[in-house]
């Protein structure tokens, strides 16, 4: 195992991680009608590039734990990383809305894992107060991504067209990618892999879902997720095409 990164080193690798999520969904929204117009396609069309994406994000989020207990965390960072850095490229280059759907969703596949691994890295490293300290620095610059995606998303817009959008998160993802192959060591030993076994996982997940307690707080950060999916959905037709900004 390579040498440990610094606290701030990793603090900021595993927030670089985590806001791919908010950018692959907030980058583009600016974008709906450009796109729309380019490709041909209705606005529920262009709005199901994010329902697509949050789909495989929800399906795929529940293996990538168990992938990273088995193959270790690097490797699966790397793999996942790479696969949505191709992903934004199929949607930069899209030539109908089928495509772009194609290319949402393997950024839903890959993109969640930047989320679910990168709090497990922390777990390997840290315990107690020093993991908290490290979650909150991560949490510090996640905060910022969702306002900071339209922003950049709206600028690349203006400047060079939607498809610019889907090559920014390619090349977001390539410098994570170097990032975790050049900082990132592996942080989960050999003898404390798990096997993969589908249908052991399929068991705890039963068990869990059927937990009251659990269910309660999952419904209960459900439904705030969903309140503001609603807006960012309606977002793009209200904001642009109602209010002319």
């Known amino acids: 195992m390579t040498k440990t990164p610094s606290l701030d080193r990793l603090a ?3 927030a670089m991680l985590s806001a791919i999520g908010p950018f692959a969904i907030d980058a583009y929204l600016p974008a709906f009608p ?10 529920l069309e262009v709005q199901q590039t994010l329902t ?3 789909a495989a994000l929800a399906l795929m989020v529940l293996w990538h734990g168990a992938l990273a207990d088995r193959f270790g965390r690097r490797r699966v960072l790397l793999v996942l990383i790479s696969l949505f850095a191709l992903a934004s490229l199929i949607c930069a280059l899209a030539p109908s809305i089928e495509w ?5 969703a393997l950024q839903g596949v890959s993109g969640g ?5 990168s709090r497990a890295v922390v777990r390997d490293l ?9 979650m909150s620095r991560g949490m510090l610059i996640f905060a910022l991504a969702p306002a900071l995606a339209p922003m950049i998303g ?11 959008i889907f090559v920014f998160l390619a090349l977001f993802g390539g410098l994570l990618c170097w990032m975790i192959w050049r900082f990132l060591p592996e942080t989960l030993d050999h003898d404390a892999r798990q096997p993969l076994h589908p249908l052991h996982l399929l068991r705890g997940y039963a068990g869990i879902f059927s937990h009251p ?6 419904v209960g950060i459900a439904l705030n997720f969903n309140g503001f999916f609603v807006y960012v959905l309606s977002a793009p037709v209200f904001i642009i095409d109602h209010l002319g900004l």
């Open 52 to 54: 697509v994406y949050m």
């Open 213 to 218: 307690a659990f269910v309660l707080l999952a």
């Open 126 to 134: 840290h315990e107690g107060p020093q993991a908290q300290r490290l």
């Open 154 to 164: 709206a600028g690349l817009l203006a400047l060079a067209g939607w498809r610019s």
């Open 12 to 14: 900021f690798m595993l």
């Open 100 to 104: 772009l759907w194609l290319g949402r």
């Open 113 to 117: 894992a930047g989320i679910v691994v």
């Open 34 to 43: 450009q796109i729309a117009a380019t490709l041909g396609a209705t606005q």
